[in-house]
């Protein structure tokens, strides 16, 4: 976890419940509402009463706020925290920073949700800057169903890396009300630095085989595993070292049954890592192989890589604890921050900063060319903002052949296509308004899916890192590809192949008319079963619109 150079962050603010007259109420409410409904864009926060058309956008929104991704009201946002589920609701959190870009460090900042598509904005949770130990960074949240730690059953207790002066500990922070606010346990460090410069972003689990609680901990080249029977007292256990990838961040470590198959299950050890050795960029890797309850051992094959795209990091990944056994094994949800350290303070937004977290995602562990594999693919949720599908024509386009399909006024939608040729190449142009755009690929010559927003609205501006080619390899079945992808205001998420590649990509465009466009490139690419599925504004309830 990096954190931007970002002051204190003001206490949650509770709402407070007047009891009045009906008619005094009703007043009230159209009064509020009016005044939302007149907010200038830089003070506005996306509201569900600022359209009566879901598909679209409210008048008052950025162009730049997404309509199904999660955005901070304000301020600054960065890693996602892994969801807990309790009381009907998931309880997911981020670094968030109030300060930014006049103060320094984060909090972490709640949210809840009943389908990881519609969230409630719970205000900040755990704040920094409290206990003398620094602001809060990356870890996680659990219920310690057992009462293990001696806070009660059924208590959620946070593990989380801060850092004072320089130096990284780990410290505990307990929360008797259900996830909605922490307070600071009082032997805080509860694991102290041994004298390294890079020592973060515990990751957190039950091991119910072993009867313990394990720890993931990110160890600059290196992954360390310790093991606990309270969340207080941790032993060092053994260590996961790497090459090449830079200093490692936001571990991750979970088992998942190959193909579903309860018979074989293998698990999975994932980090954020720098992929600059290999050509890519920053991102999520990780590895496939075995634990025994006290060590990782890789299956020899080396690591792999989550998502291509440029901006899909610290991610997190997580089961549904209200399935059975077998489905827990079988698929996982996961989100990723969609950003990236080369320009992350560069995005062009002004109500907010940080860029946004992608969709939630199915993972599963499928298997290719005889090699345990992740794939990724939108989660079903999604589903639950999806209007009709659009049969979209069948299209043969030879070289330099397009077509212009017309998007929903919300800006969000899916697009899914198969594609068909010898060594022609198929572009899929999002228009972002005043002749820019973002590319989405497939290549047959290469045989390989690509992303770039080198021509977008703000390119010109970026780094360099900004305008790079993404590219990732697969390979076509029976000749065709199949290509899923989900754009959003601000963002471009590919899904290629079944979900045997994914790529993540931010892009920004402007208040011009938006719209989408295929081309053929080279030889003649045939473009089959196409539709187009609009997707509606899932607006955040704000903190703001319940005052």
């Known amino acids: 976890m990096h954190t931007p150079n970002t002051r204190s962050a003001p206490p949650r603010r509770r709402l407070i419940v007047v009891v009045a007259a009906a008619v005094a109420a009703i007043a009230l409410v159209a009064a509020i509402a009016l005044a939302l409904s007149q907010r200038t864009a830089n003070d506005a926060a996306p509201s569900p009463s600022a359209t009566t058309d879901a598909f679209q956008r409210p008048a008052d929104w950025s162009a730049h706020r997404p309509a199904v991704h999660l955005t901070p009201e304000r301020d600054w946002m960065n890693d996602p925290q892994k969801p807990f589920f309790l009381d009907g609701l998931w309880h997911y959190y981020y670094l968030y920073n109030a300060d930014y870009p006049d103060g320094n460090g984060t909090a972490w900042y709640h949210a809840t949700s009943t389908d990881l598509v519609h969230w409630k904005d719970e205000g900040v949770a755990i704040d920094k800057y409290t206990n003398g130990l620094g602001d809060i960074w990356t870890g996680t949240a659990v219920v310690d169903e057992k009462g293990t730690a001696g806070f009660g059953e059924g ?17 505990l922070f307990v929360s008797r009300d259900g996830g909605y606010r922490f307070e600071s346990f009082d032997g805080n460090p509860i694991m102290d630095n041994p004298g390294v410069a890079d020592w973060r972003d515990p990751r957190v689990f039950w091991d119910d085989a072993a009867g313990h609680w394990v720890m993931a901990l990110a160890e600059h080249d290196r992954i360390g595993f310790y093991t606990s029977p309270n969340l207080r007292d941790w032993t060092y256990v053994s260590d996961f070292v790497t090459t090449d990838l830079g200093v490692l961040e936001c571990p991750d470590l979970f088992p998942m049954a190959v193909d579903g198959d309860p018979d074989d299950v293998r698990w999975v050890l994932v980090a954020g890592a720098n992929g600059g050795a290999e050509g890519m960029t920053t991102g999520t890797a990780y590895w496939v192989g075995e634990w025994d309850d006290e060590r990782f051992t890789a299956d020899g094959a080396g690591h792999q890589w989550l998502d291509q795209g440029p901006d899909y990091y610290a991610s997190v990944t997580w089961d549904d604890p209200r399935l059975d056994e077998h489905d827990r094994l079988a698929s996982r949800y996961g989100i990723g921050w969609m950003n990236n350290w080369a320009y992350a303070g560069h995005f062009p937004t002004e109500q907010w900063h940080g860029g946004s977290d992608s969709i939630a995602r199915r993972i599963t562990l499928g298997t290719e060319h005889g090699r345990a594999t992740l794939r990724s693919s939108p989660a079903p949720e999604l589903d639950s903002v999806s209007g009709d599908p659009e049969r979209l024509d069948d299209a043969r386009l030879g070289d330099g052949d397009d077509v212009d399909v017309a998007v929903p006024a919300s800006g969000a939608y899916r697009l899914r296509l198969d594609a ?17 755009f973002a590319t989405v690929g497939y290549d047959f010559g290469t045989r390989s899916v690509f992303v770039t927003r080198d021509a977008d609205a703000v390119a010109d501006t970026m780094p360099e890192a900004y305008r790079e080619v993404r590219t990732a390899a697969v390979e076509p079945v029976d000749g065709r590809i199949e290509l899923d992808i989900v754009v959003d205001a601000a963002s471009v998420e590919v899904f290629a192949g079944g979900g045997r590649a994914a790529l993540t990509m931010a892009t920004f465009g402007t208040t011009g008319e938006r719209g989408l466009r295929l ?29």
Not at 155 to 169: L, M, N, S
Not at 420 to 436: C, M, N, P
């Open 420 to 436: 068909a040729s010898q060594s022609g190449e198929l572009r899929v142009k999002v228009l972002t308004g005043d002749g820019g």
């Open 519 to 547: 081309e053929g490139v080279r030889e003649q690419v045939v473009v089959t079963d196409a539709t187009l599925t609009p997707l509606q504004v899932a607006p955040i309830e704000r903190e703001s619109q319940r005052r």
């Open 155 to 171: 208590a959620v207790v946070a593990i989380v890396t801060q850092q004072v002066d320089g130096v990284q500990r780990q410290s």
